[in-house]
């Protein structure tokens, strides 16, 4: 389904992604592991062209992304949520959920506003609250909704259960269980393999710009030499 | 004294010029927060709005109408051909500036105002146009006892209209809501499939359409001229600034307090009330420097790193300096009067233009009131030579420090903001000292001027006096140049790269900025006495704002990346200003044009495309 072959990405002169490979199949979660720095942000703005590659190739379905604007990547069915979450602040919960809407896509039972509030509940308590008077928890939840409602076939979670407390990433957790049950593909990046061992399928290690190991995530969650290696501090 | 029925007349008629000034600052504010563009050519849309209004009521289909559908047919009818206008800017211009400096969309929006201006002259002619009186609201009412036209009454009410159908936009449709995601995020907005450009196209053609209805309203009450856009663009940025940048509720308070200090202003403090206003929006800057409902601190938008100074200028260019200033002095003394005139006024605004470098270059903050500055040395010489009968040694001496102290004075508020706010306050400032040099007559002589400041005898030839002016202009670069080079102006390109960084090496940005703002001041004095002594005389308009737009043009035109920059601007600036004013009576068209070419293909100004040629 998504398909990243060598992806090279700069920051002015500064190299940070070093040739990065790697694979989605319809259906799946991957996960993307590093410590803080590894280019795993980069990797998935590089994919969404927010921060256009230096060189590589990005396919999604088969279609090439390069010389795609940010928009077009999103229309194509690539859903981004980003790290730092960027809720609109001074747009009620219902307001940011409207900036995500885009039409249905065929054979995909279209994401709507009741939808998403019956999958994140606190969301559907809060529609008139403003976006910059919610907690992390929430803001991460309407940051995926927001998402969601662009009908994306493909998600892609930066560090979702970053700064987040361990009882909302069990719900987060199940959320997106129940996301993947729906046969919604995600690429999924942490630096910390706990959240993601229970939803990923396999993970890619990244380490300074570089792929270091790729395996199942039951393999990975079992080697503590490669843990140690490429994520403990 | 008025009575209270008076009072009560004055200030329906602030509510009334407070809803036109609110029409346009709305445009302006909405553009600004989509797009991050201060569009100087807001005005010119204004202007367009009247001018077509007017045309649209006397020839054409609606004038043939006639009566109530025809005039208001007239008056949406060239709003939506204005809304469209600004559509269609933004798709050929603007579009391509996005990702370019601010300074550079400025530039890019001066040159529509030089651009329209020729336009309207080319398509309407210099006389000034009057509208009919709108039907069902000719006559007055009585309010109070005192007459009231029902006309104002009825722009009382658009004001209010206006901005609920607006906030009504902006939440309840889901254009609306995506302008407002927007405002905050642009990026993110992008990244959720939203095609931005269509999103700006609609934002533009949403601002210019309301800058012309408020235009077009206008021609009931006011006389169609050819300077309605510079007097309503500065009253509408006072008002976007005053009331925060982006924020349509601040732009209507703010448009209710200067539309009533306007009324009332002129009954209180009748001998100020040029200042009044830039009085009120310097007070507000200081004290709340996001405005009065501004989101506060803007994040300051990355601005790309500069490259690194040469040390020392490329042996070519070092060389042709030299030979160029050779050349002037040994070609001068075969010059006619006319030629050696127009060199001295060139050594001028050389060193006016890159006096306005150090601010704008290594300094980083915009000076959209350097006049002042040039204003100030001239009057100091004026004044010196008028009370003390000084001699223009003395002046010339005296002039720098009057305009640095005045560059101390106006600098240590300005440089405590950055981007657009401090360039306000900077226009501010230097609207109260054009006022300052207007209304005190008993000094300053008002519009009158200061007559008779000319050279000591020894200078009073062209010739010498081409040469004086040259000597201490190219004196005053060299200055700039060592100061750019000096750990000063190292530590001022630090504090501009990196605020945080700088302050963290023990380096005050506000001290380095403020006083790189009164050397700069005191130079661009020097520049004003020259060429108070130069022309014989002195003038409010040494201070006005086309002397401070001007001064920005050549800075960014010849680019600010190097002093070489002002330089080459300056003389190209002027240069073409004369050759075309005396080639064609349209030269700001021409100008604009050029302009607009340079900024669309050489981003980095003249200076800047020489240099890569040679690299």
């Given at each position: ?233 | ?435 300052v040099s207007f209304q005190w007559v008993e000094v300053t002589g008002g519009d009158n001027g200061i007559l008779g400041v000319w050279p000591s005898d020894w200078a009073r030839g ?154």
């Open positions: 389904m998504l398909a990243v072959d060598d992806l090279q990405a700069h920051y002015g002169r500064a190299h940070i992604l070093h040739g990065v490979s790697l694979g989605v199949a319809a259906g799946e979660v991957a996960c993307l592991l590093g410590r803080n720095g590894a280019g795993k942000s980069t990797t998935m703005k590089a994919i969404m062209r927010l921060l256009p590659p230096t060189g590589g190739s990005v396919r999604f379905e088969g279609q090439d992304l390069a010389g795609l604007a940010p928009h077009d990547v999103a229309r194509l069915g690539l859903g981004y949520v980003p790290e730092e979450r960027r809720i609109f602040p001074e747009l009620t919960v219902a307001e940011n959920l409207e900036v995500g809407r885009r039409p249905p896509r065929p054979g995909q039972a279209p994401w709507t506003a009741e939808r998403l509030y019956a999958l994140f509940p606190s969301l559907g308590a809060m529609k008139k609250r403003p976006g910059g008077r919610m907690s992390g928890g929430e803001q991460q939840m309407l940051a995926i909704a927001r998402t969601l409602m662009g009908n994306p076939r493909l998600l892609l979670l930066d560090e979702p259960s970053e700064g987040l407390a361990p009882v909302v990433v069990d719900r987060l957790a199940e959320a997106l269980l129940g996301l993947k049950s729906e046969g919604l593909a995600i690429l999924l990046s942490e630096q910390n393999p706990g959240f993601a061992a229970s939803i990923a399928d396999h993970a890619w290690l990244l380490e300074t710009g570089h792929i270091r190991h790729h395996g199942p995530m039951a393999a990975v969650m079992a080697d503590a030499g490669l843990r140690a290696r490429y994520l403990s501090v | 004294m008025l009575d209270w029925q008076g009072l009560v007349v004055q200030g329906l008629n602030g509510l009334a010029s407070a809803s036109s000034l609110f029409l346009v600052a709305a445009g302006l504010t909405v553009i600004f927060g989509v797009s991050r563009i201060v569009n100087f050519a807001h005005g010119s849309l204004y202007m367009l709005g009247a001018f077509l209004a007017w045309t649209l009521t006397a020839h054409g289909p609606f004038a043939e109408l006639g009566g109530f559908l025809g005039f208001w047919g007239a008056i949406l009818s060239a709003a939506l051909i204005v809304a469209a206008l600004g559509a269609l800017v933004e798709m050929t211009v603007l579009r391509r500036l996005y990702h370019a400096p601010e300074l550079f969309q400025l530039l890019a929006t001066f040159a529509l105002v030089l651009i329209v201006q020729d336009v309207a002259l080319l398509l309407w002619g210099p006389d000034d146009k009057f509208g009919p009186r709108a039907p069902l609201l000719r006559g007055a009412t009585v309010i109070f006892g005192a007459r009231f036209p029902l006309y104002e009454l009825f722009l009382i009410a658009v004001g209010p209209v206006v901005l609920g159908l607006l906030w009504l936009l902006l939440h309840r449709s889901r254009f609306g809501i995506l302008l407002r995601a927007a405002t905050h995020d642009r990026e993110m907005v992008a990244a959720l499939g939203v095609d931005q450009k269509l999103l700006f196209t609609g934002v533009f053609a949403l601002g210019a359409g309301l800058a012309g209805l408020g235009g077009a309203l206008q021609i009931p009450r006011e006389a169609v001229t050819l300077h309605m856009d510079m007097a309503v663009i500065v009253e509408a940025f006072v008002v976007v600034v005053i009331g925060g940048l982006g924020s349509l509720g601040g732009a209507a308070l703010a448009a209710l307090i200067i539309g009533e200090l306007h009324a009332f202003g002129i009954l209180v403090f009748p001998r100020i009330t040029l200042v009044l206003v830039f009085l009120v929006m310097a007070v507000v800057l200081v004290l709340r420097p996001q405005g009065l409902l501004g989101r506060g601190a803007e994040t300051a938008p990355v601005a790309a790193p500069a490259p690194p100074l040469p040390g020392s200028l490329p042996p070519a260019l070092r060389w042709a300096a030299i030979a160029a200033v050779a050349v002037l002095v040994a070609v001068a003394p075969f010059l006619g009067d006319y030629p050696l005139i127009l060199l001295a006024d060139f050594a001028v605004l050389v060193l006016f233009a890159a006096s306005l470098h150090l601010i704008m270059g290594p300094g980083g903050m915009a000076s959209f009131g350097h006049a002042a500055y040039f204003g100030a040395g001239a009057y100091a010489a004026a004044l010196l030579f008028k009370h003390l009968a000084a001699p223009m040694e003395v002046g010339l001496i005296a002039a720098p420090f009057a305009a640095g102290l005045v560059g101390l004075l106006f600098g240590w508020f300005c440089v405590r903001l950055s981007g657009v706010y401090a360039a306000m306050l900077t226009l501010a400032f230097a609207q109260i000292a054009w006022s062209r010739l010498v006096f081409f040469y004086l002016s040259l000597a201490l202009s190219a004196a005053g670069v060299v200055v700039l140049r060592r100061i750019i080079h000096a750990p000063f102006g190292l530590a001022l390109r630090a504090q501009r790269d990196s605020p945080l960084r700088a302050e963290a090496i023990g380096l005050d940005g506000f001290f380095l900025r403020w006083i790189a703002f009164a050397v700069s001041a005191a130079l661009a004095g020097l520049a004003g006495a020259l060429f108070a002594y130069g022309k014989g005389s002195v003038f409010p308009s040494f201070l006005g704002i086309p002397r401070s737009v001007d001064g920005l043009l050549m800075v960014l035109l010849g680019g600010v990346q190097t002093l070489t920059g002002p330089i080459v601007g300056a003389i190209a600036y002027a240069g073409l200003q004369e050759q075309l004013a005396r080639a064609t009576d349209y030269w700001r068209l021409v100008l604009g044009l050029v302009i607009l070419a340079l900024v669309l293909f050489f981003p980095r100004g003249l200076a800047g495309a020489f240099a890569r040629r040679a690299a």
